[in-house]
């Protein structure tokens, strides 16, 4: 029988554990978390996460602050805020809204954030910490935080002997997925665009992770059986099924075909989705545990 991993759920139990933290920080210190979200332009997809992440702070316990720019907003602009966000002692993490419209330099803002506020986990002296295995004082990027969190549903902390296969590179998850995957003894491979020969790569994993932005790549001849397959994609594919110009979500992984090869997967959506506003949330409070000088909880 195949186990589909329920995001929800765990990103449930995630924003109860911030909950309960958020309010003892507030109880000893008189003083809640807080997290500034920037969002720049109108992007419909942006501003629904934003909206998410804002009213996810709120009922947290957080204080929880927007900062809407227009889309013709300068990068002094940008970084000015930035700035000031960095200044504010009740701003605890500071979150910009990825992707930027194409003439910010998105890196160089990211950086101007103050690592032990940049809860996206993006600042390179965050990634660097990552790599290096300092978890007491690094934040770690959301999204493969929360993609872990699953892994370790399935296997526990400890994956020695089992390899993994994460397809995709980027900075925002790729990369630091396959630190966590190392971190936890994994025997780690990063596949990509240039790769030779990925669907043999995939068949030799035991934990595939797919975040390729390519609808449905990986098919269930891809999957060695009884692996554990999460889904990091979020493609929105048309769906005339369903009426004309309606869509559909779905991931990189073609999630009916690979279901039962596969002895753990998780759905998109209702996947990694819902974990990456969980562990934005987590690295919040653990900021704003820091920034009071008390032992940060774990998550
Ligand atoms: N600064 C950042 N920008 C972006 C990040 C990020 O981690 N930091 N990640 C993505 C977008 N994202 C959060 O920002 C995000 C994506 C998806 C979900 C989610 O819960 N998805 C649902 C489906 C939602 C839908 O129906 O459209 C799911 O998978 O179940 C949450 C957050 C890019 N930008």
């Known amino acids: 029988m195949t186990t589909v991993i329920d995001g929800k759920k765990a990103a449930a139990s995630v924003i109860e554990a911030v909950t309960r933290a958020a309010t003892d920080l507030e109880k000893d210190t008189g003083r809640r978390p807080g997290l500034a979200v920037v969002l720049v332009g109108t992007d419909p997809a942006s501003q629904t996460y934003v909206a998410s992440k804002s009213r996810m702070a709120k009922e947290c316990g ?3 602050v927007q900062h809407t720019l ?39 803002v990211i950086q ?15 990634a660097g910490k990552l790599a290096t295995g300092d978890s007491e004082t690094g934040l770690v990027s959301c999204t493969p935080a929360g993609a872990m ?16 296969l994460v397809i995709g590179r980027s900075n925002l998850f ?20 240039r790769s030779r020969d990925l669907p043999a790569l995939a068949r030799n994993a035991d934990i595939l992770v797919a975040a390729v932005g390519r609808p449905e790549m990986v098919k269930a001849d891809w999957v060695k059986p009884g692996a554990t397959v999460i889904d990091v994609g ?28 596969a002895g753990a997967i998780s759905p998109v959506p209702g996947g990694v989705g819902p974990m990456t506003i969980a562990m934005l949330m987590a690295n919040t409070v653990i900021a704003a545990y820091r920034a009071e000088g008390k032992p940060a909880p774990k998550f």
């Open 112 to 126: 101007s954030i103050l690592p032990e506020k940049d809860v996206d986990g993006l600042h390179v002296v965050n």
């Open 234 to 261: 979020i493609n929105r594919i048309a769906a005339p099924e369903r009426g004309e110009g309606r869509t559909r979500l779905v991931g990189d992984v073609a999630f009916p075909e690979c279901a039962p090869v």
């Open 62 to 64: 957080f204080t929880s």
């Open 149 to 164: 969190i699953l892994v370790r549903s399935i296997h526990g902390r400890d994956l020695s002997g089992l390899n993994a």
């Open 70 to 108: 227009s889309e013709e907003t300068t990068q002094e602009a940008l970084m000015a805020l930035v700035a000031e966000l960095n200044a504010d002692p009740s701003v605890d993490g500071v979150l910009v809204q990825l992707p930027l419209p194409k003439h910010l330099d998105s890196e160089k």
């Open 174 to 193: 790729g990369k630091p997925m396959a630190q966590l995957l190392l971190a936890a003894n994994a025997t780690v491979t990063i596949g990509h665009s």
